[in-house]
């Protein structure tokens, strides 16, 4: 699929799910980070960190929730969306904390952002741009030292999902996705210069199956975050 085409589906996608939420937003109070589709399961705040001082971009970041727990720990956050409605609905919940929003692609924001030490997806750009466009990018603007941390749903979950999202409202949306499995995110990392330091499922709460796999890596070198892993 043509890039410029994949964008324009996702943005609507997206623009599409954050119109029905907006009613019902408000500003927040931070909670935890959530990698994974259920609420309060799997790791969550403590895979970063100590973010203090620290430069941190979330590449597709919704209505910035997980940037939240962040910005409150010290980081110097900013969120990123390709959905002029997410960065809106970000801002409504947390324009009383300092994280800078901004609505743009992935890669044009990382084309001309200063060096990062973290970047972080949980559903975000990772997985809904193509890798082997969007990952030398974040390699190239990470600190050395710095980290790449995603979350994408497992394929066998998405099933049917991965071509469609479905709305509150019950209806569905196309979507464009990538999913190539836990070998060929590791491939894709490693291709990129990263040092890829894991990918690890994570079952449902539940336990019958695989929801999301969590990948980690770091760009070789030391710099102002390397110790902190």
């Not at 973010?51 to 997980?66: H, W």
């Not at 997985?127 to 974040?138: D, W």
């Not at 491939?187 to 894991?198: F, P, Q, Y």
Request: glycine share 10%; hydrophobic share 40%.
């Amino acid at each position: 699929m043509h890039t410029s085409i994949s964008t324009a589906i996702n943005r609507h996608a997206w623009d599409r799910q954050a119109r029905l939420a907006l009613p019902d937003d408000r500003p927040m109070t931070p909670g935890r980070v959530e990698w994974t589709q259920y609420p309060g399961h799997g790791p969550g705040t403590e895979l970063f960190d100590d973010v203090s001082g620290l430069a941190v971009a979330e590449l597709g970041c919704g209505n910035g929730d997980n940037l939240a727990p962040l910005a409150v720990r010290g980081a110097t956050c900013i969120g990123v969306d390709v959905a002029p409605l997410q960065i809106t609905r970000a801002r409504t919940r947390w324009g009383h904390l300092p994280i800078r929003f901004q609505c743009a692609d992935a890669r044009v924001f990382l084309a001309r952002a200063r060096p990062l030490d973290i970047c972080f997806s949980i559903f975000g750009a990772v997985g809904l741009c193509p890798p082997e466009q969007l990952l030398p990018l974040i390699s190239r603007h990470l600190r050395p030292g710095g980290r790449l941390l995603f979350s994408v749903p497992d394929p066998r979950w998405l099933g049917p999902r991965r071509t469609r999202l479905r709305l509150a409202d019950g209806s569905q949306v196309p979507v464009a996705r990538w999913a190539p499995g836990p070998q060929g995110w590791k491939a894709a990392v490693t291709a990129s210069g990263l040092r890829c330091l894991g990918v690890d499922p994570i079952h449902t709460p539940t336990g019958d199956g695989i929801c999301c796999l969590l990948v980690r890596a770091h760009k070789p070198g030391e710099g102002s975050n390397a110790s902190r892993r």
